[in-house]
């Protein structure tokens, strides 16, 4: 534990059940594995894309361990995720780019926010099966972290604005040049080296490279409280 803080990068999308659960295993072991966590709000759209990956939705072989995969894996980490009844129209048709925007302007204004405004939007649309695109979706969600409705006001403003949409943009493009094909990826920046890691099963190599222990998705300090 007396290593210098280590940089970890998670890219993420909102609408991504897997970056859910990567996003919370990060949030529970910065502290314990003294690493500095920096969340990077991306579009899985740009990033499937321009690798030329498509969502497993649309194999069907793959949606259908897809739907078991997450129940497990919810139960497992610990995080309340449930489908959506309309799957395929809440990941196909309506997606995530306001509320990536979104996000990227809470980083970009109030860092200090965009854990408790992102999770709010994970629960909504992969817990409570809750509209993420709507503006009175985004602002509820943002008042529940914790954003006064002015902030969340003046934030929803601010998603149209060139400067979000090229933030957002830029993030994305840096998780491509990362060499992501989706979502999420954890980049680590250790002993001058970086280690791309895809998927949010990866948390077990990711304690190797880190020179850390891995206790499980829920070390014991976390589980104390759960």
Known sequence: MGHLPRTLELFYDVLSPYSWLSFEILCRYKNIWNVRL???????AGIMKDSGNKPPALLPRKAKYMTNDIQLLGQHVQVPIQ???????VILEKGSLRAMRFLTAVNLEHPEMLEKVSRELWMRVWSRDEDIVEPQS???????????AQQAQGLLEKVSTSQVK??????????????????????AHVDGQTHMLFGSDRMELLA???GEKWMGPVPP???ARL
């Open 208 to 210: 190797y490279l880190l």
């Open 221 to 223: 300090a976390v589980s």
């Open 38 to 44: 920096q969340l990077r709000p991306s579009f899985i």
């Open 138 to 148: 985004i602002l509820a969600a943002a008042e529940k972290a914790g954003l006064s």
């Open 83 to 89: 489908f959506p009844k309309d799957f395929f129209s």
């Open 166 to 187: 090229n933030q957002l943009k830029e993030t994305t493009e840096a998780a491509c040049k990362h060499g992501a094909f989706g979502l999420p990826v954890t980049v």
